[in-house]
């Protein structure tokens, strides 16, 4: 009865609202959801809870510095090529410093370097005559049975408690700010997995694949490929340019500071109420959301929809943006950051050189690091105030980078829900859900929590839901 009166009420305020299709969340996956099925000539509404588009998505500039809240870089692929060249944002694509090819990990106390050539293994302190010697047998390991199995189960059986602990860990810290022993190697690194199960070993399979992609006729022209790219006034740019894009479109809006409070399927449409008063009906609806509040908003509607986005971890991850005189720090900085394993215990996961992957980011004579507290083994290291994340940081880098004065300049964004974690049981949770949303016509759900975590993935999975949606409804 509520529901019904609801309805008539805003039946009488909202028949302009209506909409082929509806998306929640203006992130990287529901602007270019948004956008794809405007530009195949859908009505589309794109509803966005704060005042800017973007989500994670976030570049703030403070007079000579410039620093990323959330993702620093996108790793250039063809599908990102393309958008860029149609956005035409090309021309304004900043490539990394080549130095960033460089990654440093903290090996007992010291920041060390990956080894340019296998060759250079067996002295590299993070690999070792031992793990070189792993390394070598590892195409002799026996396949596993087919099971779903940790990372770090999957890492030590084929490469051995070394690989895991210094090169693998860091890894998994920088990518998921996550816990290598919860999260599932089938869903966090699908690829690796494939090539046991293609080649029987991953070495093996590293190499077919090299000699595959060398023979393929290039994705990407030479000075793209396996670019690191942002922009000079920083990957917010993006965003603004697919809002740009999107109400170019001849019947797309886009509306921020439209927080939506319930959704409810009503006959042929899926009603979308919003805390500002102003309500939609779409005959598609697609929820880009974090996978929580999808859960909230989906309660009333189905408990099976609700339970496996509810048991997807999202711990906190403070971005701690510091700047400090060049003279201050002895290390040359040289590279893309360093990545500090578990096996190190400090706070924090690891520190970008931001002032060297792109010029513009600090003042002159002055350098920005971007470090991380946070994420699922350490939830708690994200809760102090800022002073106290700065003073961590500086004590937890201060030996490895050489630190001998205070920062100068210095930021805190704090993500409290900001990654989603793909652990064991994330891919039963994905069947589950995609069963269950069978039941409900015309509803989509989208984002990071689902199908790759990376910008790229989530800017791909937006474009082929909108696509999907535009074939379903007969778009141009
Ligand atoms: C600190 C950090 C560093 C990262 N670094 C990198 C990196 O270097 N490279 C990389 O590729 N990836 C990185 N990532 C991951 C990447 O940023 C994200 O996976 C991606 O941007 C998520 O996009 P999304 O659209 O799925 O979700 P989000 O960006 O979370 O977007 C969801 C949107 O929904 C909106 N919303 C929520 N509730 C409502 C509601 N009720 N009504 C309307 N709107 C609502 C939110 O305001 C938000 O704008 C990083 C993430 C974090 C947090």
Redesign the pocket.
């Known amino acids: 009865m509520q529901r019904e009166a609801q309805s008539e009420a805003s039946d009488r305020q909202d028949t302009r609202e209506t909409r082929d299709v509806v998306v929640?969340?203006?992130?990287?996956?529901?602007?270019m959801a948004a956008r794809a099925a405007a530009r195949r000539g859908l009505s589309v509404a794109l509803?966005?809870?704060?005042a800017q588009?973007?989500?994670?998505?976030r570049t703030h500039r403070d007079g000579d510095w410039q620093i990323e809240?959330?993702?620093?870089?996108?790793?250039m692929k063809p599908p990102l090529h393309a958008l860029l060249e149609e956005l035409g944002l090309l021309d304004e694509a900043q490539p990394a410093n080549p130095d960033a090819r460089r990654r440093y990990i903290a090996y007992r106390g010291m920041p060390v370097t990956l080894p340019s050539h296998w060759l250079k293994a067996p002295i590299n302190s993070l690999i070792g005559p031992r793990g070189m010697g792993a390394l070598l047998c590892e195409p002799f390991r026996r396949r596993a049975p087919q099971a779903e199995e940790s990372l770090a189960d999957f890492v030590t059986r084929r490469l051995g408690r070394r690989a895991l602990n210094h090169l693998v860990d860091p890894f998994v810290s920088g990518v998921y700010a996550g816990d290598p022993e919860r999260l599932s190697a089938q869903a966090a690194m699908p690829r690796l997995v494939a090539l046991e199960r293609e080649y029987g070993s991953l070495v093996r399979g590293g190499l077919v694949r090299l000699r595959q992609a060398r023979r393929a006729p290039p994705a990407l022209p030479r000075e793209w490929r396996g670019q690191l790219v942002s922009f000079p006034t920083g990957l917010q740019r993006l965003a603004g340019r697919l809002a740009e894009d999107i109400t170019a479109q001849p019947d797309a809006t886009i509306h921020c500071e439209?927080?939506?409070?319930s959704v409810y399927r009503e006959g042929e449409y899926w009603r979308v109420e919003?805390a500002s008063g102003q309500d939609f009906r779409a005959r598609e609806l697609v929820l880009?959301?974090?996978a929580p509040?999808a859960a909230a908003?989906l309660a009333p509607l189905d408990p099976q929809l609700v339970v496996p986005l509810n048991e997807i971890a999202y711990p906190p991850?403070n971005?701690v943006s510091l700047g400090f005189r060049c003279a201050d720090i002895a290390h040359p900085l040289d590279g893309f950051g360093m990545l500090i394993p578990g096996v190190e215990h400090r706070q924090t996961l690891g520190a970008l050189f931001s002032s060297t992957l792109f010029p513009g980011r600090a003042p002159s004579e002055h350098v920005l690091l971007t470090a991380?507290l946070g994420g699922r083994r350490q939830p708690e290291a994200a809760a102090s105030d800022d002073d106290a994340q700065v003073a961590q940081v500086v004590a937890d880098l201060r030996d490895l980078l050489g630190i001998s004065g205070e920062p100068v300049w210095q930021s805190v964004?704090r993500?409290p829900q900001?990654?989603p974690q793909y652990e064991l049981g994330h891919l039963e949770r994905i069947a589950a859900l995609d069963e269950a949303l069978e039941r409900h016509a015309g509803l989509s759900l989208?984002?990071?929590w689902r199908d790759g975590?990376?910008?790229?993935d989530?800017l791909e999975n937006?474009r082929r839901l909108g696509e999907r949606i535009a074939e379903t409804l007969g778009g141009d």
């Open positions: 929640v969340g203006g992130g990287a996956s529901g602007l509803l966005e809870r704060t588009v973007g989500g994670n998505l809240l959330g993702p620093n870089t996108l790793m439209c927080e939506v409070s919003t880009a959301v974090p509040t908003l991850v971005a991380f964004s993500w900001a990654i989208l984002g990071n975590i990376a910008v790229g989530c937006g």
